[in-house]
Nanobody, 121 residues
Framework: VQLVESGGGMVQPGGSLRLSCAASGFTFSSSDMSWVRQAPGKGPERVSSINTGGSTTYYADSVKGRFTISRDNAKNTLYLQMNSLKPEDTAQYYC???????????????WGQGTQVTVSS
């Protein structure tokens, strides 16, 4: 299983970024997927999840209305569109296989290496 994130970077407050996650080594179209973030000194936080067909999504309250998760099963790729970014969104963002990738603060299942998102003026 390989999950490779891209699209992170530094952006000013109010800006936008689009993260991508290229998946391989498993049947992507049969797997629920998630985005998880971890800020320095904090535990991992499930940001968003999406079911296999893309019809059901979950968002943390902290990002609801600003972030949009999507997937392209033909391209084996997961996306996270992040708008109206805030300094508190600064974190390492990870793509993870499964709908519940964090249990009691512990990683569950397959995770990518992450991509850094920094929101600062």
């Amino acid at each position: 299983v390989q999950l490779v994130e891209s699209g992170g970077g530094m952006v000013q407050p109010g800006g936008s970024l689009r993260l991508s996650c290229a998946a391989s080594g498993f049947t992507f179209s049969s797997s629920d997927m998630s985005w998880v973030r971890q800020a320095p000194g904090k535990g991992p936080e499930r940001v968003s999840s999406i079911n296999t067909g893309g019809s059901t999504t979950y968002y943390a309250d902290s990002v609801k209305g600003r972030f949009t998760i999507s997937r392209d099963n033909a391209k084996n790729t997961l996306y996270l569109q992040m708008n109206s970014l805030k300094p508190e969104d600064t974190a390492q963002y990870y793509c993870a296989r499964g709908r519940i990738p964090v249990v009691a603060g512990k990683r569950i299942g397959n995770w990518g290496q992450g991509t850094q998102v920094t929101v600062s003026s």
